[in-house]
């Protein structure tokens, strides 16, 4: 016993010194975070004013642009100072990525004011990677149950779907919303669509067993089968769209896999858009079928309701769907993008740049503003991809 209790004694001493160590290095990390905290708060309040800075500049731009007065000097100042509004604003939009956002009034509503931003980038891309797979298991597993009760008909089955189909599109506009705050862009139709699912879901769930459910009911449930089926193909297509385009520098690493057709998911899109259109027409034949309904069964409040929300479903699937393609096409035509990586170190004020290109004509005279312009740049250019190779090697 007194071997034991000196051992005991022995290892709370070295303890002991451990947590004064640890102690120490508590502190310093509490000092360090206060001052990080203090850096922050002036970091996104230094973003925010130069936001209300260039929305003011934008705004005295375009009454300069709609003067009657303009010279051709003066709207080459505008052209100039608006390359360089768009290089800010792209700046700006970097720094965000590191600094804490509010988060959206449905986020707030459900969280309450939580801060839902999260700040460590890879911690960010798990968060996503995370989101992907729980689209991918749940919708496999919905596929299945859906597959094995077409066949049994047991309606305690049902109901658990039509669960299923409540807690996946809610738990998926939540995640959504967190997403968006770190840097994901969804929006529009597709964001909406997962809030009107929900509602279609809920309201499957409240119906009651009857004639009616029953002619409907192995339609629905081939239905979910093939969206089902549909998801896993886009998740397994657009993920290797998303990884090749973020690889080329034009994705960013947080952007999802999500319903339907975007412009990004030009390259085989004769392989995706015909599965997306059948299932954009089953679910107008879904509210086709839940019309008829109406006036051969006794039509309880979910038949209209059903019939309008897949119609609804349908019709914004297939509108936006068919908008995204002529964009993508006008898009390809005019190549209107812009690249604002590293443009900093390219460009400057666009008033010193006429300045210098004037006083360097006023010397030599040899050449033109746009020409002198042009060498600078693509020395800088090539210099700074000088460099970049170096350190690559």
Not at 289 to 302: E, N, P, S, V
């Amino acid at each position: 016993m007194q071997d034991k209790l000196e051992v005991c004694i022995k290892d709370w001493a070295e303890l002991a010194d451990e947590y004064k160590e640890l102690e120490s290095r508590h502190k310093e990390y509490r000092e360090t975070l206060d001052k990080c905290l203090a850096l922050q708060k002036k970091c996104v309040s230094g973003v925010t004013h130069q936001k209300y800075r260039l929305g003011v500049i934008k705004k005295l731009m375009s009454e300069v642009e709609t003067g009657n007065k303009v010279t051709k000097e003066e709207m080459g100042e505008v052209g100039d100072l608006n390359k360089d509004l768009l290089r800010r604003t792209a700046q700006l939009g970097q720094m965000q990525e590191v600094l804490p956002r509010q988060s959206g009034r449905y986020l707030r509503g459900i969280l309450g004011n939580v801060d839902c931003s999260i700040l460590d980038k890879n911690e960010k891309y798990q968060y996503k990677e995370q989101y992907e797979q729980f689209k991918l298991i749940v919708n496999l597993i919905g596929g299945i149950i859906a597959i094995v009760n077409y066949f049994l008909n047991y309606r305690v089955i049902d109901l658990i779907i039509m669960f299923l189909i409540v807690w996946y599109y809610c738990t998926l506009t939540i995640r959504e919303s967190i997403l968006i705050v770190n840097g994901s862009r969804i929006k529009g139709w597709w964001r909406a669509h997962h809030f009107v699912s929900c509602v279609v879901g809920g309201v499957l769930l409240v119906w009651q067993d009857g004639p009616a459910y029953r002619a409907f009911r192995d339609q629905h449930m081939m239905f979910n089968v093939y969206v089902a089926f549909l998801q896993y193909l886009q998740y397994v297509y657009q993920k290797g769209c998303l990884y090749r385009l973020r690889s080329l520098g034009e994705r960013q690493d947080m952007d999802i896999t999500i319903d339907g057709f975007h412009s990004w998911m030009w390259k085989g899109l004769s392989f995706l858009l015909p599965f997306l259109y059948l299932g954009y027409l089953m679910e107008l034949y879904n509210a086709y079928t839940l019309y008829q309904l109406m006036y051969t069964h006794d039509a309880t409040w979910q038949i209209p309701t059903l019939s309008i929300l897949f119609l609804v479903l349908g019709v914004g699937n297939i509108v936006t769907t068919s908008m995204t393609i002529p964009a993508k096409l006008w898009d390809s035509q005019n190549n209107l993008k812009y690249r604002f990586t590293r443009l900093d170190k390219y460009f400057w004020s666009h008033r010193r740049r006429r300045d210098s290109v004037s006083q360097d004509i006023d010397e030599t005279g040899s050449q033109t503003s746009d020409e002198q312009e042009t060498e600078t740049v693509q020395e800088m250019v090539v210099e700074d991809r000088e460099e970049e190779t170096k350190k690559e090697l």
